[in-house]
């Protein structure tokens, strides 16, 4: 498994922007598919994107696409989530994670991640 830190979260008004980050010290950072989820209290964490090892492919969900840009630096082995257009509904606190196991079938794809979560970083969008 990879040991990751998120940061870079903060409170932000509603259609502002945000970036976040997950840094690990864990060379095998590159060879992993690497995902955002983020979690509500009472709920359940979701997905919110995805990017391939390689950084050519992406997946998000709905609900964020066109306003939020997954990205990394593998020389830095950092993952990135620029968030812009926030909305209060974006209010989460926010985890990376390495996909132990993904599949793309059809216009359904699926990302699981490793059981291991770091501590998170809190964004919160007023309105």
């Known amino acids: 498994q990879v040991q990751l830190v998120e940061s870079g979260g903060g409170l932000v008004q509603a259609g502002g922007s945000l970036r976040i980050s997950c840094a690990t010290v864990?060379?095998?950072?590159?060879?992993?598919?690497m995902g955002w989820f983020r979690q509500t209290p009472g709920n359940e964490r979701e997905f919110v994107a995805a990017?391939?090892?390689?950084?050519?492919?992406?997946n998000y969900r709905d609900s964020v696409k066109g306003r939020f840009t997954i990205s990394r630096d593998n020389a830095k082995d950092t993952l990135y989530l620029q968030m812009d257009n926030l909305k209060p509904e974006d209010t989460a606190m926010y985890f990376c994670?390495?996909?132990?196991?993904?599949?793309?079938?059809?216009?359904?794809?699926?990302?699981?991640?490793?059981?291991?979560w770091g501590q998170g970083t809190q964004v919160t969008v007023s309105t």
């Open positions: 994670n390495a996909a132990s196991f993904e599949s793309k079938l059809g216009g359904s794809y699926k990302f699981v991640p490793f059981d291991s």
């Open positions: 864990e060379s095998t950072f590159r060879t992993y598919t």
């Open positions: 990017i391939s090892s390689d950084g050519f492919n992406t």
